[in-house]
């Protein structure tokens, strides 16, 4: 029978990581996170990011080495919870929402792709932006039709492409800073009204889309080799590099662009570039964006391709999604059926709406689930060995949850109104499946 294939190194499964949290992300989020907050400080939604990386990665971390299987959330939330009652309905309305998520990022970062294109390709008008990204999906789709040995490789090599463009970047900023442009508050930029925490928070949604991805090895459980070892590691590096990535970048580009010109330029890392050293590099610089975008969603579809196929090959989800490619061992369905779905998003999607969705749908069962989970699981199960533990054990879960519902409260009710019809959605039809099989709340 074919069965998934423990082939992915800890360098492979950084890599993996860091180019699923860089990809479009950052370079389409920056004047979205000035704006925002209205000037420089805006640094603050990047440290909160961190932060909630740090402390959620925590959570992680200690979940994917004691659980190191495929699917990620999907095993957690029912080992958290109980596999026949409330873990179940947890680990059911995870894949439920990641059947609609997880194709939304993957549009999102195709919509991004198209946007930065039309810096090299001005003429590109909307339809020709749609068909752009929808080939790219497609295109994402065929090369992950492989062996995951082949795909680690892949990875690796993408990875480096990640962090030499982000570093010529980062060089090239602090080459030709200026401190007034970066250092240049408005009046009342750190007065703590209400109206600076509203900004914050919608600035800390934009941040931390950006650093998303963190957790992928976990959903990749099952393919890691030392998964105990290698699935800690392998997040905090990844958010260690990321994070001081990203901090260093936000104040390189606001040292060489003045704030207010800044968080208009739907290309500013284009403009940066050719601000520089003129169109040509820019053009380079456009084309490396280009392809740390393609790199994100060949990480961001490897990763979520393997919920499905969890949750079916354990019997809470359509059959057909539990197969295995016969020769290359990989769930094919499940990844075909997530390129079709992101395909017909990114044709109907704007790119700002994507990431706010993505961001507050996920929030309450998955991100807050897990923190509370993992507190109840070690009160409950007091003599359990944890193969990782976190350090401080409770304050990452405590931080984590604070931080998650600040952000959740802080979007608009209409978006908030979405996330929980969407968990309403996926209740009603867990239980009239419940029902119709005579299991929990149902049974007899």
Request: glycine residues 8%; positive net charge; hydrophobic residues 55%.
């Amino acid at each position: 029978m074919s069965k998934l294939i423990r082939g992915l190194s800890l360098r492979q499964a950084v890599a993996i990581n860091m180019i699923d949290m860089v990809g479009i992300g950052p370079f389409i989020t920056i004047p979205f996170i000035i704006g925002a907050m209205n000037g420089p400080q805006c640094i603050l939604a990047w440290l909160l990011g961190a932060i909630l990386s740090y402390a959620d990665g925590s959570v992680w971390a200690e979940l994917g080495a004691k659980w190191p299987e495929a699917g990620g959330s999907y095993s957690f939330l029912q080992n958290l919870y109980g596999r026949e009652k409330w873990g179940r309905l947890l680990s059911f309305l995870y894949v439920w929402q990641t059947c609609i998520q997880a194709p939304l990022v993957v549009a999102s970062g195709a919509i991004g792709f198209a946007q930065y294109l039309t810096y090299l390709i001005p003429a590109l008008d909307d339809m020709s932006r749609k068909a752009v990204s929808g080939t790219l999906i497609i295109l994402i789709t065929f090369l992950l039709y492989r062996k995951i040995t082949d795909i680690g490789r892949i990875s690796v090599f993408m990875g480096m492409i990640v962090i030499g463009t982000i570093l010529w970047l980062i060089v090239s900023g602090f080459s030709h800073f200026h401190p007034e442009l970066a250092f240049t508050f408005p009046k009342g930029a750190f007065d703590m009204t209400p109206l600076f925490f509203l900004g914050l928070g919608h600035a800390s949604t934009k941040t931390v889309y950006s650093f998303l991805g963190y957790y992928n090895v976990c959903h990749l459980g099952g393919e890691i080799k030392d998964p105990e070892r290698n699935i800690p590691g392998s997040i905090f590096i990844s958010i260690t590099g990321i994070a001081l990535l990203y901090l260093l970048m936000q104040t390189a580009v606001v040292g060489v662009i003045p704030w207010q010109e800044a968080k208009d330029s739907p290309f500013i890392v284009s403009l940066f570039f050719e601000r520089l050293y003129g169109p040509v590099a820019a053009q380079v610089a456009t084309a490396l964006i280009l392809f740390i975008a393609i790199s994100s969603l060949f990480a961001v579809m490897l990763g979520y391709s393997r919920v499905p196929y969890a949750a079916a090959a354990d019997g809470h989800f359509f059959k057909i999604f539990a197969r295995l490619h016969p020769t290359k061992n990989f769930p094919y369905v499940s990844l075909l059926m997530m390129g079709g779905l992101a395909f017909v998003f990114s044709l109907r999607l704007k790119m700002k709406d994507a990431i706010d969705a993505i961001i507050v749908m996920r929030i309450l069962v998955q991100f807050i689930g897990q923190s509370i989970g993992i507190m109840l699981y070690h009160q409950r199960m007091k003599q359990e060995k944890f193969p990782y533990r976190m350090l401080l054990y409770p304050l990452p879960a405590i931080v984590g949850i604070i931080v998650w519902a600040f952000i959740f409260f802080s979007n608009s009710w209409q978006m908030m109104l979405g996330a929980v019809s969407v968990i309403a959605a996926g209740v009603l039809i867990f239980s009239l499946q419940s029902y119709l099989n005579k299991r929990w709340p149902f049974e007899r």
